[in-house]
C-alpha cells in the first residue's frame, strides 16, 4: 500500500482564511432575487398548509411562482451574457 505524503502549503494562493472570494460574494449577489423569490413562493405556500386555499391565497401563490419564473429567466439571460462561444 502507497502511503500519501502531505506537503506544506508554500504557496499563498493554496491558504484558506475561511471567507468568501470576490467572485464568489458576486455570484451570490447574482442569485439574490431568485433566492427572495423563492423564500416569498416558500412563505405562500406554508400559508395554505393549515386552512382552505381561498382565491386570494391561489392568487398570491400563483403571483409568486411567476415571480420565481421571472427571476430564473433572468437569471438565466444574465449568465447567457456573461458566456461566449455559445450558439444563439
Same mark, same amino acid.
Given at each position: 500500500m502507497k502511503s500519501i505524503i502531505t506537503l506544506p502549503?508554500?504557496?499563498?494562493?493554496l491558504t484558506f482564511d475561511g471567507e468568501p472570494s470576490d467572485a464568489e460574494l458576486d455570484a451570490v449577489e447574482l442569485e439574490m432575487p431568485l433566492v427572495l423569490a423563492?423564500?416569498? %413562493?416558500?412563505d405562500a405556500e406554508i400559508w395554505m398548509l393549515d386552512r382552505p386555499a381561498t382565491a386570494l391565497d391561489e392568487r398570491r401563490v400563483r403571483r409568486a411562482r411567476n415571480r420565481v419564473l421571472d427571476e430564473r429567466r433572468d437569471l438565466t439571460n444574465r449568465?447567457? %451574457?456573461t458566456q461566449t462561444g455559445g450558439a444563439a
Open positions: 502549503a508554500t504557496s499563498g494562493a423563492e423564500i416569498d %413562493l416558500l449568465a447567457g %451574457l
